[in-house]
Structure formats: structure tokens, C-alpha cells
């Protein structure tokens, strides 16, 4: 049974960092393309970042290009999310969804979410 | 960046209605797209790919269809366990997108 596990959110003030990290298993992790996906109390969802399932291709929403940082351990089956310079608008759940394609990368779909991880900023 | 637009908003329906959501794309993204039902509390299940491909253990009565632009979902008879919100997502281009979402209500 595939399982994915998100932790680190917390109450952080303006302009802080935070480190997400999500723990993968039920599935062979360095197989697969990985997601951050967000959203906000009461909001939709927006996906803010990917990695390949061997870390070499990262892309962002524009909203957090510079900020956040996706990184992943094969070695450790986890998933990260670095969050520099946090703004009351990053305040969110944040789920961690592993993608559909075997090997691949594009074109797809997360297929299976965590429970996320409730990151709030606020002073 | 790719948007897509829901419709409706906001829809009630009865146990065994026929219902349809479409989603709309600002530009063709192909057949890249992906329907995902969320639970209050929940995380966002998958329930279709690439447009009309069922996902495993998804029952029978949800269907995607579309292409290009326009797509749809339709749920062939609601069951109580269908009242949900219903997301489109685009996978044609990055940043993958998604709509505002379709809350889906007992009448």
C-alpha cells in the first residue's frame, strides 16, 4: 500500500524558513516522479513543484521560484520542500503526491497524496 | 501559464441524477488532463488521466471525456458518497494548473 507522510508544518513568522519532508512507502520511490501541491484554508488546490524521479529536473510555480527549494533522498525515501522567505500567502496545507508515470516525467498526474502538512505564517 | 475554468462553480443534484462538470483550458493542452474528487478533510483522489482514462479502483460511473480545450466529467448516477468537490488539472505544460473547483451538493 502506497503511503506518503508530511511533516514540519508549523507556525513561522514572515519572512521565516521551513523544511517539509515527506516519507515515502508501499512503492519503489526512485521510480517516480514526486509533487508539492498546496492549499490554502478554504482555497483550492495549486501545485507549487515536481522532481524527476532521479532529481535532475525541478520545476516551480512562479509564486515561489527563488524561495523554495523541491530536493529528494532516494537513499531515505523522502521528499523534501525547503521554504525561504515565507509570506503570509504561503500559509497552506501541503500535501506531498507521488506521480503516475513509471520513469517518467511530464504529462502526468499525482495519483497518490499524503495527508499534508499545515504550515502557517503568520506574526 | 495554462488557466482552467470550472463550471459550474456550484452545482446540487439527487442521488441518481446524471451530473456533467467541464473544464476549460486557456489554451489546447491536448488530452493532458486530470479529474481528481476531494472530501472535506480529505486529500484529492484521482479519478481520471489523460482525459477519460479511469483510474484504478474508481467506480464505473465517473467518465472523462475532451480534448484540446473543452472537456468534461460526468457522474452517470450520483451516489451519496459522490457529494464532493471536483478539481480539473492540466499536465500539458508547467507549471501544471488546476481549476477553481465544482462543489458538488445534495438537493
Known amino acids: 500500500e502506497v503511503q506518503l507522510v508530511e511533516s514540519g508544518g508549523v507556525v513561522v513568522q514572515p519572512g521565516g524558513s521551513l523544511r517539509l519532508s515527506c516519507a515515502a512507502s508501499?512503492?519503489?520511490?526512485?521510480?517516480?516522479?514526486m509533487h508539492w501541491v498546496r492549499q490554502a484554508p478554504g482555497k483550492g488546490l495549486e501545485w507549487v513543484s515536481l522532481?524527476?524521479?532521479?532529481?535532475?529536473?525541478?520545476y516551480y510555480v512562479d509564486s515561489v521560484k527563488g524561495r523554495f527549494t523541491i530536493s529528494r533522498d532516494n537513499s531515505k525515501d523522502s521528499l523534501y520542500l525547503q521554504m525561504n522567505s515565507l509570506t503570509t500567502e504561503d500559509t497552506a496545507l501541503y500535501y506531498c503526491?507521488?506521480?503516475?508515470?513509471?520513469?517518467?516525467?511530464?504529462?502526468?498526474?499525482?495519483?497518490?497524496w499524503g495527508q499534508g502538512t499545515l504550515v502557517t505564517v503568520s506574526s | 501559464d495554462i488557466q482552467m475554468t470550472q463550471s459550474p462553480s456550484s452545482v446540487s443534484a439527487s442521488v441518481g441524477d446524471r451530473v456533467t462538470i467541464t473544464c476549460r483550458a486557456s489554451?489546447?493542452?491536448?488530452?493532458?488532463l486530470a479529474w481528481y474528487q476531494q472530501k472535506p478533510g480529505k486529500a484529492p483522489k484521482l479519478l481520471i488521466y489523460?482525459?477519460?482514462s479511469l483510474q484504478s479502483g474508481v467506480p464505473s460511473r465517473f467518465s472523462g471525456s475532451g480534448s484540446g480545450t473543452d472537456f468534461t466529467l460526468t457522474i452517470s448516477s450520483l451516489q451519496p458518497e459522490d457529494f464532493a468537490t471536483y478539481y480539473c488539472?492540466?499536465?500539458?505544460?508547467?507549471?501544471?494548473?488546476f481549476g477553481q473547483g465544482t462543489n458538488l451538493e445534495i438537493k
Open positions: 503526491a507521488k506521480d503516475n508515470r513509471h520513469r517518467g516525467f511530464g504529462s502526468s498526474a499525482p495519483d497518490y
Open positions: 508501499g512503492f519503489t520511490f526512485d521510480d517516480y516522479t
Open positions: 522532481i524527476s524521479w532521479d532529481g535532475t529536473i525541478t
Open positions: 489554451q489546447g493542452i491536448g488530452s493532458w
Open positions: 489523460v482525459a477519460s
Open positions: 488539472q492540466q499536465a500539458s505544460s508547467f507549471p501544471y494548473t
